[in-house]
Each structure stands twice: as structure tokens, then as C-alpha cells.
């Protein structure tokens, strides 16, 4: 209501910035005083104010290339790594493969070992028993002879010496034959 007022009051005198409440006095002092500003801030504030942001633009531009050799070094090591990693798979096969190969063999070997061994022990069994057997028939043919010699003993009703004894035994064998 107030400006609308002063508006009001103004207006007949025909002057429109003073209808509209400028005043020029204050116009025109402060518009010196904002180019004096602007020449003080272009003089003294706007330099060192260009100079911090060239400065932070300039630590920016370092930080950016900092950051791309980093990603670049970054990269170059992830491909060392993958390097690595390729070479180290590659060489646990190796060393999977040498083990079966060397497990392999071992087993071989000790199959090897284990049928030579069974082999002598069946060798070592059958000469045993070849022993036994020869054995069994000098024994058979010791109590052969015994039998013989007391039935011829007996048959004949007289003892036999060693010499007519062996002789009537061998004949008698003979003819068992």
C-alpha cells in the first residue's frame, strides 16, 4: 500500500524513474561505487584469485595425468600378473604331470618288486616241496626196504646179511615195479 502510494504521489510530476523510486543522485553514486569495486576486485582480488584457480587447475591437470599413468601402470601390472598366473598354471601341470608320471613308475617298480618277489617265494615253495618230496621217498624207500628185509626174514626163516639182504631187496623191487 505504501509503494503503491509514493507511486501514486509521483506519478503527475511525468518523471518515471521517480514515479518508480529511483532516485539519480544514488544511481549515479552507486554506480561509481561498483566500478571503483570492480576496478579493486579486477586490481587486487581477481589475480591472485585467477592464480589459485590456474594453481588448482594446474593440480587438477597433474592429479588427471597421475591418475592415467597409475591406470597405466595399473594395467601393465594386471597383464604381469596374468603373465604370471598363465605361467604358474602351466607350471603346476608340469609338476602334476611329473608326479603321475614318477607315481606311475614307482607303481610299476614296486608291481615289478612284488612279482619277482611272489615268483622266489613260489620257486623257494616248489623247491621245498621237491626237497619233501625227495625226502618222503628216501624215507618210503628206507621203510620199504625195512618191510621187505623182516618179511624175507620171516618168509625165509633166517636172517639175511647186508649183502644178500640188499640183493634179495633190489630184486624184490624190481619186480614190484
Known amino acids: 500500500m505504501n509503494i503503491l502510494g509514493q507511486f501514486a504521489e509521483a506519478a503527475p510530476s511525468g518523471d518515471l524513474f521517480t514515479a518508480l523510486g529511483i532516485d539519480w543522485k544514488m544511481l549515479v553514486f552507486q554506480l561509481v561505487a561498483f566500478v571503483i ?76 618288486k612284488a612279482k619277482a618277489r611272489a615268483e622266489r617265494i613260489v620257486a623257494d615253495a616248489h623247491e621245498q616241496v621237491e626237497k619233501d618230496i625227495v625226502a618222503a621217498r628216501k624215507a618210503l624207500h628206507n621203510e620199504t626196504l625195512t618191510l ?6 620171516k618168509v625165509v626163516g633166517k636172517a639175511m646179511t647186508d649183502k644178500i639182504d640188499e640183493k634179495v631187496i633190489a630184486t624184490s623191487l624190481e619186480e614190484a615195479k
Do not use: C, H, W
Open 37 to 112: 569495486l570492480v576496478f579493486l576486485l579486477g586490481k587486487f582480488v581477481y589475480p591472485s584469485l585467477m592464480k589459485a584457480v590456474d594453481k588448482r587447475q594446474a593440480n587438477i591437470e597433474e592429479a588427471a595425468r597421475a591418475s592415467e599413468s597409475a591406470q597405466k601402470q595399473a594395467d601393465k601390472t594386471k597383464t604381469e600378473v596374468e603373465e604370471l598366473l598363465k605361467q604358474a598354471r602351466q607350471d603346476a601341470s608340469s609338476i602334476l604331470t611329473t608326479a603321475k608320471e614318477e607315481a606311475n613308475a614307482a607303481a610299476e617298480r614296486a608291481d615289478a
Open 148 to 153: 621187505v628185509a623182516l618179511a624175507t626174514e
